[in-house]
């Protein structure tokens, strides 16, 4: 005699699901007091001690640009005209409440880019090669017909890419999420690193709207819709444009373990080098240009912990340390903490999209578990916001599509409103902020 799990009988499932909906307000408030309960220090920026900062006209700028990126994405899934004016309503308010507020990189990147534009044509370092490059190249053109900061030169680039990720983002609803896709898009986007699309000044913003193209490509592949080449190609121009998105090997790895490919092991073996070999071929250019020589590799990139100093890269194992981190990935994506009910739940129906997004997540948290916050962890937070992508696919994957369940659309839509508080709240606070 068979014996059926209490989670796989369906009303226990229901409520299960519901249960898992409820508490997520109430984690979200109980996260937000670990780290000064534990420390004894504030944690302003995050949670309920963020949003306890803001007054009356932050609430209505919160309630405006809330109002207005719903009505933008409401839009986007329409046609023709209508399509382009969500585009629009959604530059639009990325402009207008773009980050004022720079960390120290971002400080810095103020006065390196226009010294080495004048000495050797662009500033370039080996983690965020084209990154980097096309930053110095777009405001050098825009310094030449007239003049421009490199920190407004950096908002128009990060806003323009904060469509074209939305505008994946909506594609991937469509092709990938059978229910609720609005729903869904709103879910992802409300997290916290969709402030890199907010006017963010540095290095993250183009990556990510590449590696969400890469998200796409590779669900249509794993779905045998599209090339593996195709995705391979694409992960590998996101790793030219920063080295941290090279996380997301392992996931390639999979796709082509689970395609026809892998009965063809000379082809699966080029697949998997295409992205390194653009690297090469990147860093090989770069060198013979004279802008970055290959010394500066071993010396000065994080990639070779600055000359094999692995201490550098190493994080400090203390309870603070990973309190603020986990902080952090609240912040980045508040879905993490449906995360483990919502794999525990879904064990027995999870398709090869969702095996490949659990892959994408888990090795990306090596980045938030085992790389350093050189800057501290609220300066470094756009160097993890890689991470909130495909976890926020994953999860949110897995929560939306339930219409079977009844009340589940009304659950996550006060899920939705608790994120998009949380989010804007930051939004609004970095760009009261100034440049330094």
């Known amino acids: 005699m068979q014996l059926t799990k209490l989670s796989e009988v369906p009303e226990i499932k229901i409520i299960l699901y519901n249960a898992g909906i409820l508490v997520f307000p109430v984690l979200l408030v109980v996260a937000s007091f670990l780290f000064p309960a534990i420390t004894g220090r504030q944690s302003n920026w995050f949670g309920v001690n963020q949003i306890n900062s803001v007054n009356l006209f932050n609430i209505l700028q919160i309630f405006a640009i809330a109002g207005s990126f719903i009505a933008g994405c409401i ?55 084209l990154e980097l490059y096309t930053h110095s190249l777009f405001w050098n053109t825009l310094n030449e017909l007239g003049y421009f900061g490199v920190a407004l030169s950096y908002q128009i680039l990060s806003v323009l ?22 729903l869904f ?15 963010d000044v540095e290095n993250y913003s183009i990556t990510v709207a590449i590696v969400m193209w890469y998200f796409l490509v590779a669900a249509r592949a794993a779905n045998c819709k599209a090339s ?3 995705a391979s190609l694409i992960l590998g121009l996101a790793m030219c444009f920063h080295l941290e998105a090279g996380f997301l090997l392992p996931s390639l790895a999979y796709l082509i373990y689970k395609s026809p490919t892998r009965e063809k092991p000379v082809l699966s073996l080029m697949i998997m080098l295409i992205p390194l070999v653009m690297v090469g071929i990147c860093m090989v250019l770069f060198h013979l240009s004279g802008i970055l020589p290959f010394e500066n590799l ?73 790389w350093k916050a050189a800057l501290g962890v609220q300066n470094d937070w756009n160097l993890y916001a890689i991470v909130a992508v495909p976890g926020s696919l994953l999860v949110w994957s897995l929560w939306v599509q339930k219409p079977e369940i009844r009340w589940h659309k009304y659950l996550l839509i006060t899920v939705l409103a608790f994120s998009m508080l949380n989010t804007f709240s930051w939004v609004v606070t970095n760009n009261a902020g100034r440049f330094h």
């Open 185 to 199: 898009v709103l879910l992802v986007s409300s997290g916290g690193f969709i402030q890199l699309f907010f006017g």
């Open 161 to 182: 890419s904060g469509l074209l990720f939305m505008l994946l983002l909506v594609k991937y609803a469509k092709e990938n999420i059978k229910s609720e896709q609005l």
């Open 75 to 129: 839009l986007l899934f329409r046609r023709d005209y209508w399509r382009i004016a969500g585009a629009i309503l959604i530059l639009f308010i990325m402009f207008v409440f773009r980050s004022n507020t720079l960390n120290p990189d971002g400080v810095d990147l103020l006065w390196k880019i226009p010294s080495d534009v004048d000495k050797v044509g662009a500033h370039v370092v080996h983690d965020e090669m």
């Open 228 to 230: 593996l080449m195709t």
């Open 298 to 370: 071993w010396l000065y990139s994080h990639a070779t912990a600055h000359g094999g100093n692995i201490a550098s890269v190493l994080p400090p194992l203390t309870v603070p340390y990973y309190l603020e981190m986990l902080n952090l990935l609240i912040l980045l994506f508040p879905s993490v903490l449906l995360l483990p009910p919502g794999l525990i739940l879904a064990k027995s129906h999870l398709n090869r999209i969702d095996r490949f997004l659990i892959t994408a997540t888990g090795f990306l948290m090596l980045l938030p578990l085992a």
